[in-house]
């Protein structure tokens, strides 16, 4: 009887101990989860804030108004426009290809 008592004894404080160590577990696992989700709401927020600003940045004018200052581009008007005919411009192993 005594015999049974102690192994008794000892299974109990082995399951409590392994149940000490999952619940350790458990929240650790917990507070790992809990920083992803922050995390994610962080980036899903600095995804909103650079779309509206990705937006901002392709406006029609703001476009029109760096091809003007940086690049030197102007509108067209027929006194600037040159026309090309395409068999005068165009290689001749592609006008080749395009009359197969």
């Known amino acids: 009887m005594m015999r049974l008592n102690l192994v008794l ?9 392994f ?12 507070v790992e989860l809990e920083r992803a ?6 980036l ?5 804030r650079l779309d ?3 937006r901002a940045q392709a406006t029609p004018e703001r476009v029109e108004r760096l091809a003007r200052d940086q690049l030197h581009m102007r509108t067209t008007n027929p006194a600037i426009t040159q026309y090309n005919s395409r068999a005068a411009s165009a ?3 592609f006008t ?5």
């Open 9 to 17: 004894m000892v299974a109990v404080v082995v399951s409590a101990l």
């Open 19 to 30: 149940l000490v160590h999952s619940q350790y577990e458990t929240r650790s696992v917990f």
């Open 37 to 42: 989700h922050a995390d994610a709401r962080k």
């Open 44 to 48: 899903s927020l600095e995804r909103q």
């Open 91 to 93: 290689p001749a192993a």
């Open 96 to 100: 080749n290809e395009a009359a197969r």
């Open 52 to 54: 509206v600003e990705r």
